[in-house]
């Protein structure tokens, strides 16, 4: 995929006036540090700029500033712009244009998302103010932190700000980042810090977000695509690792920025979904041997044996204590460990490696506090199906045998070593050499090579979509 540049759609322009200075001469904060200090940011000057940011008289100072400019009830974070506009010494800090125009670009493409339940109520507000104004330049502010917020803190909150219960609230945020900020507006790096949040390599996101800024969209379709723009940002590119997004049923295995495998994949069931994560290839496993893991020992194999005790044989399965010591499945009240009670199964049940085997040839481990992994299956077929929800809840990749080869090559593997060692079902273990990160990832609807992709959302992740839309047409005009 070609590197994109995000279109500037827009012809903003702002010509901010600095705000009135409530501040008696000594109190200009950032100025009492050196350059060199405030680059430094050492602990001994950070606490110093704290102190400023709780001294109550500033603190007293900075509420006026706020509460004559915007009504309380029109801002989110007004404890954290109070000290904001402690170490701005009280005077604008939206005063470049460039950085006003990057940041409402992609501001509005948070706000159309729906994700932050008062944005738009946010920008509505800076759009009645008036240009140059004290209470734009705070509006502008309270927008920011929100959008900070948000991306300071969406990889770890992914799964449930972006997707059902969509429980996204912006919080206060750290002294130590407000500091990082003025300090980057300060030194003429205001554009700089704002591209950390903007995925600027990533050329799906870069046609997704251009789409949505282009305005020519209908409400839901503009807040959808806008939706899955976010959900893209966390991804800084598609030019090396493996790349499974869940609803496509589809992996892309990309190194040094070519596509090196395409393959088709089965994830989880809507019951046991495959959970949106990002890690590391760790190792690759040959021939492994399978550890029913507890979602699977808990609704399949244990009243499996309840009804048959004979049911592991078949599969090739083996009971074990934690031990490792083997244990007649006869000797084991199966009845009682049905249900919760699972939970307390003191055994663990293991299928020996094969060509039958539930992992096939291949496994490809990360770490993942879900247990989750990708690997092979001796069930071909299930690769023709339309739909391909049927795991529970790790992937099964079609071409596993051509990934584990790519991956067995890197490792320094000959492909008579390869051969051998594949045909004596026995297991090994191979560390990854190459760094290859995994991204599963749940994207219903984006933009690639200038066209609009919409697919089933399988998992009933996606929201209801809202009938409004953003007023693109006022945002033009206004900066």
Known sequence: MKKTVLVILFSWVSSMMALPSYAKNGDNVLATLSLKAQQRHTQQEVEKLRGFMQNPKLLLQAEKLLLQNVPRHQLQSFD??????????????????????????????????????????????????????????ILLSDAFLDYYYFNKNLKKNINTWLY?????????????????????????????????????????YLATANKVLSGTLGPKNEQKLALNAQRLRVIPNFTNGLYVNIPTYQLNYFKNGQLALHSVVVVGKKKRPTPVLFSQLSDVVVNPPWTVPPTILEKDVIPKYAKNVGYGAKKGFTVLNYAGKKVDPSSIDWESY??????????MIRQKA??????????????????????DTPHKSVFKRKKRALSSGCVRVEKASELGKILLTEAGWSQEKHNQVYKSEETAYVKIRSANPVYLYYVTSWVEKGKVNTVSDIYNLDPKFSTNSLDWKSLKMAF
């Open 164 to 204: 059902a219960p969509f429980d996204y609230q912006p919080s206060s945020i750290k002294e130590v980042d407000l500091i990082a900020w003025m300090n980057a507006i300060n030194s003429n790096y205001g554009e700089s810090f704002l591209k950390k949040f903007i995925p600027i390599d990533n050329a799906i």
């Open 338 to 347: 049905k249900g919760e009670n699972a939970k307390k199964f003191p055994y």
């Open 354 to 375: 094969g060509k039958t085997a539930a992992l096939g040839r291949y496994k490809f481990n990360m770490p993942s506090a879900e247990a989750i992994f990708l690997h």
């Open 80 to 137: 954290s712009l109070k000290k904001l506009y402690i170490l701005a010494n009280f005077k604008s800090i939206w005063s470049d244009p460039a950085l006003v125009n990057l940041f409402m670009q992609d501001y509005a493409i948070f706000v159309a998302s729906g994700v932050s339940k008062r944005s738009l109520s946010t920008l509505n507000h800076i759009l009645a103010s008036q240009k140059g104004s004290a209470k734009r330049d």
